[in-house]
């Protein structure tokens, strides 16, 4: 499984950015040995909140997120067509 971590200026300073991947880096290692699937690929993008958001309800939001990507839960990842509104 490969995975890929992005975070834009809109996330905030060269600082913020590196913190917020590093904590996805660290949440990625807790989270997908144990929950993600065997060759598939990962990008988790920071926001804002995620250099300030508890640790835990980091680790909630990707244990969440992984939930809604699995297959077979009948849930798949609900996407807008961009220019739908």
Do not use: C, H, W
């Not at 060269?14 to 917020?20: G, L, P």
């Not at 060759?39 to 244990?63: C, M, N, Q, S, W």
């Not at 798949?76 to 220019?83: C, I, M, S, V």
């Amino acid at each position: 499984m490969r995975v890929g971590f992005t975070a834009s200026r809109k996330v905030g300073n060269a600082v913020t950015r590196n913190r917020a991947k590093r904590r996805l880096r660290a949440a990625a290692a807790i989270m997908l040995p144990e929950r993600g699937r065997p060759g598939t690929d990962y990008v988790l993008i920071a926001r804002p909140e995620t250099a300030k958001r508890p640790f835990t309800a980091l680790l909630d939001d990707l244990a969440a997120a992984l939930r809604r990507v699995e297959p077979g839960t009948g849930r798949q990842p609900q996407r807008e067509a961009k220019g739908s509104r």
